[in-house]
């Protein structure tokens, strides 16, 4: 049986992933601005090589297959709404990927490069160095990323396209995005000005719309919790 309040913790921790890195999805959906992708030596990728595109706060990953194909874990609400493939398989916009974010539903899907990435700069196999992990080999990482392709649940921390990734190419799903968000949170739970801002931002609520179970209880409770956490 599933813990309710781990269930809840790890939804919030989502949460607020998705709002410390909401700039990735404002500037426009890919697709809509042709002018902006651009073409890219895809002579010098081989099948099986992890693809990284930079974005704002957060680093979008895929597989690259081979005649400028590339397969990659996309956030999509369509998936939900839909089972049309001729609209599923168009280019995901950035509404569809931020309600697919909070509706914990992708799909491991296969776009060509330039969609992949949007304009951006391509980097080639970089975890490869950062993860300090043995590669499989090329053939193996391509045919792990095909076998993966279809719908699949998404998390922002447990499951996301840094964790595909890396299950293909290292055989060990990891994100150290991820991981790195959790870590800066810890450290803003421990610091002790969390827990006086809480209580100060409960005792407003409390100023501002009186003595209600909704603003007396939260007031206590999260205080109370960052307190013990730290």
Known sequence: MKNPMLEAASLLLEKLLLISNF?????????EDKARSSSHGISSFHRGDVLEVPRTHLTHYGIYLGDNRVAHMMP????????????????????????????????????TVDDFAYGAEILVN????????????????????????????????????????????????????ADKFCENLKIIIRDQRSVLASALLGLAAIICLGMASYTTLPAIFIPFCLWMAG
Request: hydrophobic share 40%; net charge positive.
């Open 23 to 31: 700039k990735l999805f404002s500037s426009g959906a890919p697709g």
């Open 76 to 111: 999509d609400i369509l998936l939900v709404l839909t089972k049309d493939r001729r609209l599923t398989q168009k280019v995901v916009s950035n509404q569809r990927l931020i309600l697919g974010v909070i509706g914990r539903v992708a799909s491991i899907r296969v776009d």
């Open 126 to 177: 970089r975890l490869d160095k950062s993860l300090k992990k043995k590669a499989l080999l090329n053939e193996e990482v391509a045919q792990r990323a095909e076998k993966m392709l279809g719908t699949t649940p998404y998390s922002l921390l447990w499951n996301n396209c840094e964790h595909f990734v890396t299950y293909c190419r290292f055989g060990t799903a990891v994100s150290p995005q």
